[in-house]
């Protein structure tokens, strides 16, 4: 199992990154997509999912600004965030959940400068 994350970067504040999450070796429609982020010195946390059926659900702190969709076709989770903030700097992690299973991607920078 792989999960591949990228689209990782260093932007301003108050503009947009999309991070992507390629899925191989897993029954990709199957699962449940999250994206999680780790900020410097702080704990995991997640930030937004999207069910195997395509329901969306997001952390208080990003409604409105973040995006996540998917393509089971491609076997692609994305995460569209727009009007970052710096404190929103961290390391973002794709995962895939179902029950039973749990699986993890490395991970990618995104630095919100101020």
């Known amino acids: 199992v792989q999960l591949q994350a990228s689209g990782g970067g260093l932007v301003q504040t108050g503009e947009s990154l999309r991070l992507s999450c390629k899925a191989s070796?897993?029954?990709?429609?199957?699962?449940?997509m999250n994206w999680y982020r780790q900020p410097p010195g702080k704990e995991r946390e997640w930030v937004a999912g999207i069910t195997s059926g395509g329901s969306a659900h997001y952390v208080d702190a990003v409604k409105g600004r973040f995006t996540v969709s998917r393509d089971n076709v491609r076997r692609m989770t994305y995460l569209q965030m727009d009007r970052l903030k710096p404190e929103e700097t961290a390391v973002y992690y794709c995962?895939?959940?179902?029950?039973?299973?749990?699986?993890w991607g490395r991970g990618t920078q995104v630095t919100v400068s101020s």
């Open positions: 995962n895939a959940q179902r029950s039973g299973a749990d699986f």
């Open positions: 070796g897993i029954v990709f429609s199957m699962y449940d």
